[in-house]
C-alpha cells in the first residue's frame, strides 16, 4: 500500500508563481537545465552546487514540501547504482579495497560516481519540481507547443494518468486481499507459498485485464464527449515575458558557471 | 444514548477512542471519533458523501491507520494483533471492483476460509452457503469483473460472509442492488447474528435492520441514538444533508 501511496499523483497543489509559469517555458526550461548540468566537468564540486542553488531555490519559490521532493527524487538512486562499477574499473590512485572480494576502488572512480550521482540527482529534483507544479493537461500542452506529435504526446498523457489508474486500483486489491488474509488459532494460516504465489499472480493478472477494459470504456466515454486526442483548455496558458526572461536567466547562468568552469 | 442503556454489561465488540485519520494528500477525514459496540448490535452509520463513513470502516481491520486506540472483542488493533482481528472483523469495500481480485467468483469467496487454513470440506461448505445467502450459487465458475454491478456486489458480501467473522463491518451494501435483491439482502441482514456496523444511503432500510444509528459529518460522530428517534428527526436530517429538503420537484 505505502508503495503506491508514494506512487501518488505527481502534482502538488500550491499557489506559487512556479506553478503559475507557463507549462511549456518550464519544460525547456527543464530540458535546458538538465543539459548544461550534464556538461559539467568530472569532480568540479563548486560548479555542481552552483548549479544545484537555483532548483533549491525553486523547491522553495514553489512551496513544494522537502520531504516529498526528497523522497521522490531517491527515485533516481537505483539508476545511478550501474555506475557504481566505475568506482573500480577507472585507472588511478587505490583508496579502498572490499574485502573478500578483492576489488580495489581508486580516488578517480570514486570521484566519477560521486560526480553521475549529484549530476543525476540535480537534474530529477529539477524535474520532481516540473512535475510537481506542472498539470498534466498543461504537460501535453507543452508537449505540444514544443512540436511533439500530438499522437506520442497522447501516449505519453495516457501512460501516466494509467499508470496512476493501474496503481491505484492494484493498492485497492492488495487491501481487499489483506482485510481477507485472517489468522485463527489452532490453524496454520496463510497457506503454502505456492498457494500465494498463485494468489499473487492471479491479481497480477486480473488487473492487467480489467486495466484494459478499463481503458477501453474509458476511451469510449472520451469519445462520446467529443474528444479528438488534441488537449483544450477553458483558459489557454499564455506566454508571459517575465517567466520567459525568467526560464531564460536561470539558463545563462548554467551557462555561465560552464563557460567559467572551463575558462577559470 | 441507546449504547449504554441496552449494552452496558454486554460484551463490546468495537471500541474506537478518538480516532484521528487524515490522507496522505492532507485531507483530514476523521477528526476524533469516539464509538462503542456491544456484541450482536446492529448499528448503521450514515452521513452526506465525503463524511468519513468509508474512512471509518476502513480503520476498524487495520486496513488505515490512523491516531487513537480501537478495540475489537477487547483486543487492541495493533501491528501484532492485525491478523487475528481479521478474522474478527468481515470487511466489504464499498466498490465490488476493490473487493473482487480472483480469475472466478469461487477462488474469491474461498479465499479468506482457505487463508485461515480451514480444512478443504470446511471450505467448500462455506463458500456454497455463503453464495447461496447471497443468492448468486451457479455463478462459481464466472470471472467476477464480467457480472453485473448488483451481481459483483452480491458476490463481494459472499467473501466477506464466508470468513465467519463475529463483526461485519459493510460498507452500502445495498448500492446498485435491483429492489429485489435488495429486499432479500434486507432480510438477510436481519437474520445474521453478527455484529454490525454498516454504512449506508439507503435510509428506507434501516429501521428494518437497525436498532441504532449513528450519524457522521466531516469526520466527526453529530448524533448516535434509536432508529426511530433519529429517523424523526427532520431538524437533524436535514443539517446534515441526509434529507432530499422539500421533496423532489414533480414533473
Ligand atoms: N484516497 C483518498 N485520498 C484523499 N482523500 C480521500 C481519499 N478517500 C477519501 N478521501 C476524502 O476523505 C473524506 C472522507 O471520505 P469517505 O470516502 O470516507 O466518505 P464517505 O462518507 O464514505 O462518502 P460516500 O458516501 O461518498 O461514500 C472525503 O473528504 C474524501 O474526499
Ligand atoms: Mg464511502
Known sequence: MSLVFALGDRYVTRASVVHRADGRVKLALTLGYVLLVTATPHAHWLALAALALPVAALVAVARLPLDVVLKRSALALPFVLAAVPLAFTTPGELVATVPLLGWTATREGAEAVATILAKSWISVVLACVLTASTTPTELVHALRGLRVPALLAAVIFFTYRYLFTIGDEGSRLMRSRDSRSAAIAGYRSGGTLRWRAGILGSMVGTLFLRSYERSERVFAAMQSRGYDGEPRFLDPPTLHRSELAGAALLLLYAALVQAYVRLG | ?251
Do not use: C
Not at chain 2, 31 to 52: D, H, T, W, Y
Open chain 2, 1 to 251: 444514548m441507546s449504547a449504554s442503556a441496552n449494552g452496558a454489561h454486554r460484551e463490546l465488540a468495537l471500541e474506537l477512542h478518538d480516532v484521528e485519520f487524515a490522507y496522505p494528500d492532507g485531507v483530514p477525514a476523521l477528526r476524533g471519533v469516539s464509538l462503542q459496540v456491544p456484541a450482536g448490535e446492529k448499528v448503521a452509520l450514515i452521513g452526506a458523501n465525503g463524511a468519513g463513513k468509508s474512512t471509518l470502516l476502513m480503520q476498524l481491520n487495520g486496513i488505515l491507520r490512523g491516531r487513537g486506540e480501537i478495540r475489537v472483542l477487547g483486543r487492541v488493533l495493533s501491528d501484532a494483533s492485525v491478523r487475528e482481528i481479521r478474522a474478527l472483523i468481515g470487511l466489504l469495500f464499498a466498490n465490488p471492483d476493490d473487493q473482487l481480485f480472483s480469475p472466478t467468483v469461487l477462488d474469491d469467496v474461498a479465499f479468506g476460509p482457505l487463508h485461515m487454513g480451514l480444512p478443504k470440506p470446511e471450505v467448500q461448505r462455506r463458500v456454497t452457503e455463503a453464495l447461496k445467502q447471497v443468492g448468486m450459487s451457479g455463478f462459481e465458475a464466472r470471472m467476477p469483473h464480467h457480472l453485473s454491478m448488483g451481481q459483483k456486489k452480491r458476490v463481494a458480501i459472499a467473501t466477506v460472509l464466508a470468513m465467519g467473522t463475529p463483526i461485519l463491518a459493510l460498507d452500502e451494501p445495498t448500492a446498485s442492488l435491483s429492489p429485489g435483491a435488495r429486499y432479500e439482502l434486507i432480510a438477510l441482514l436481519q437474520s445474521l447474528p453478527q455484529t454490525m456496523l454498516v454504512s449506508t444511503h439507503d435510509l428506507g432500510a434501516l429501521p428494518g435492520v437497525f436498532t441504532r444509528v449513528v450519524v457522521l459529518d466531516e469526520g466527526r460522530i453529530v448524533a448516535d441514538g434509536e432508529t426511530a428517534t433519529i429517523l424523526a428527526d427532520h431538524d437533524l436530517l436535514h443539517a446534515h444533508g441526509l434529507d432530499e429538503a422539500h421533496g423532489l420537484p414533480h414533473a
